[in-house]
Structure formats: C-alpha cells, structure tokens
C-alpha cells in the first residue's frame, strides 16, 4: 500500500538545524513532485517547499527561502527537507506530500513530524 513515513523531527533551540526525511512506497515515486507542508496549532496548512519529480526544480514559500532546502533521491524513495537558522515562527507539525498530475491528479498525505523550536 501507499506510504509517506516522515522523521527527523524533534525539539531543537532558536538558530539551530534539523532535517526530516520522508520514505515513500507503493507508487512511482519518481514521477511525483513532492512537497513539504507544515502546520501549526490555530493555523491552516501552508506549504513550505516543493521539489519536481526529476529534482531540477525547486519552490519555496518566502518565509524560509535561504534558510531551508528539499532535496530527493529518486533511486532511494525519498526526499529531504534541511532547516537551518530555526526559529519559533517553524514551530509546527511537517507533512510530506506527493502529487501526480497528467490528465487527473493523485496525491498522498503523511502522517507527520513534530518540529519544536524552543529554548
């Protein structure tokens, strides 16, 4: 069956780093662009960054553009979110998402992980 297993996260202290990683299984993962979300309490999900399916391509949302990068790895399933320069405001659970678009759209949720930013 389909899988997005996030981890990777945890509690860390103002300016510090972190990286989740997201295993996928059950679909073709290389044909998927792939994406991070996060969501704090009281606050709709927003999306933080997204990957192409061949990884040449990169977005981010401006609130951690220059502090945090996606990468994947198509031949191991996965894909990569390093947080750098951490801060309260990224305090939130992450999500990874995955999404094929041809003529229809299919996509896939994680459960996620817990990132706290906290001294």
């Known amino acids: 069956q389909v899988q997005l297993v996030e981890s990777g996260g945890g509690l860390v202290q103002p300016g510090g780093s972190l990286r989740l990683s997201c295993a996928a299984s059950?679909?073709?993962?290389?044909?998927?662009?792939m994406s991070w979300y996060r969501q704090a309490p009281g606050k709709e999900r927003e999306l933080v960054a997204t990957i192409s399916s061949a990884g040449n391509s990169t977005n981010y949302a401006d609130s951690v553009k220059g502090r945090f990068t996606i990468s994947r790895d198509n031949a191991k399933n996965t894909v990569a979110l390093q947080m750098n320069s951490l801060n309260s405001e990224d305090t939130a659970g992450y999500y990874c998402h995955g999404r094929y678009f041809n003529n229809f759209s299919v996509e896939y949720w994680g459960r996620g992980t817990q990132v706290t930013v906290s001294s």
């Open positions: 059950g679909f073709v993962f290389s044909v998927y662009d």
